[in-house]
């Protein structure tokens, strides 16, 4: 597999922040001038990895247990990582290579030793299975604005940080960019006062399925797509929420909750504890939304994607995090 890298030395970079004051630089210089490494604290956490001949299951056990929703697979023979595998592609294959008999009951064990198959699957076999989590990784010396271009060019959702040695050292998201550009939004005026209609921005097809369908419909389309999340609509088309990938959270560490994948959608989505501080959702903007109203929408709710809805609250369009940092660079002052 080829590795890309994106860098530069570090006093080209810095040299580019010497020659102005970024307090008063537009975005462009804002993000040609800060260092993708100051986006994290100097004390780091622990980058959770598993082995590319690990089975696949120990991924999922690893995901649940440190509540993330990808992890980077290492190849102890290269020496080097060969990509990420999610909570889909893992949840996904299980269900793949297994019967619903299968997963309505029993114990972790027990399904593995009655599925010789999934047994023997590894995580190396199963990365990017989902084809949304290719291996780009960038330089902690690079500007920001090449980790921008990178995630907007390949469509990635993370990115992982290495420093000089190659050795990985954090991964940033695409929500680490909008919220550091929110942030800052004085230096993206111009782009945050155009509107979703004027940019044309998410209007394009929404992928959907309606709250009765199987919840394993879901994901098999989020999956065979290349989707990250899908829209979930009434009987008469009307929004009614959102799944995507982060929702296979809630089949949590018990191998008995993989049975929930058959349920209705719109019960597995019951799921979800009721948190008063969380704003009720699925999150959706109108046409005539300006680009600061979409990104505190983002920011307020940790979404990784808005609709956008007619007057009868029917989906036209979807904007994603990836849409929308391809526009900022479009729009670069």
Do not use: W
Not at 58 to 66: K, M, P, V
Request: proline share 3%.
């Amino acid at each position: 597999m080829t590795e890309h890298i994106i860098g530069g030395r570090r006093e080209d970079v810095v040299r580019v922040a010497d020659k102005q004051d970024l307090s008063k630089s537009s975005g462009k210089d804002f993000l040609q001038g800060t260092l993708v490494e100051s986006l994290f604290p100097e004390q780091r956490t622990k980058i959770i990895t598993v082995q590319c001949t690990d089975p696949v299951i120990t991924a999922f056990q690893t995901l649940i247990e440190h509540k993330i929703l990808s992890v980077p697979v290492f190849d102890s023979q290269r020496r080097s990582y060969n990509g990420f595998i999610d909570m889909l592609d893992v949840v996904y294959t299980i269900v793949a290579l297994s019967s619903e008999v299968e997963l309505t009951g029993g114990s972790l064990s027990q399904l593995l030793n009655k599925s010789e198959q999934l047994r023997k699957t590894t995580c190396g076999q199963v990365v990017d299975a989902s084809g949304r989590n290719p291996y780009y990784r960038v330089e902690d010396n690079a500007p920001l604005l090449a980790a921008i271009e990178l995630m907007a060019t390949h469509r990635v959702h993370r990115i992982p940080i290495v420093n000089h040695d190659g050795e990985l050292i954090s991964i940033v998201t695409q929500s680490h960019l909008v919220r550091l550009i929110h942030r800052n939004i004085g230096k993206f005026a111009k782009f945050a006062a155009l509107t979703v209609q004027e940019l044309k921005l998410g209007f394009k097809q929404v992928h959907s399925l309606t709250e009765s369908h199987k919840t394993i419909e879901a994901f098999r389309t989020i999956h065979d797509k290349k989707v990250s999340g899908l829209a979930v609509v009434s009987e008469s088309g009307e929004l009614v929420g959102n799944i995507s990938a982060s929702d296979m959270r809630l089949i949590g560490g018990d191998v008995q909750n993989l049975s929930r994948v058959f349920m209705p959608i719109a019960q597995f989505l019951d799921l979800h504890p009721k948190d008063d501080s969380k704003l009720p959702g699925p999150y959706c903007v109108v046409s005539s939304s300006t680009m600061e109203e979409v990104m505190f929408k983002f920011v307020l709710t940790g979404a990784h994607r808005v609709y956008t809805v007619d007057q009868e609250k029917k989906p036209i369009g979807v904007i994603s995090l990836g849409d929308l940092l391809e526009a900022i660079l479009k729009h670069l002052d």
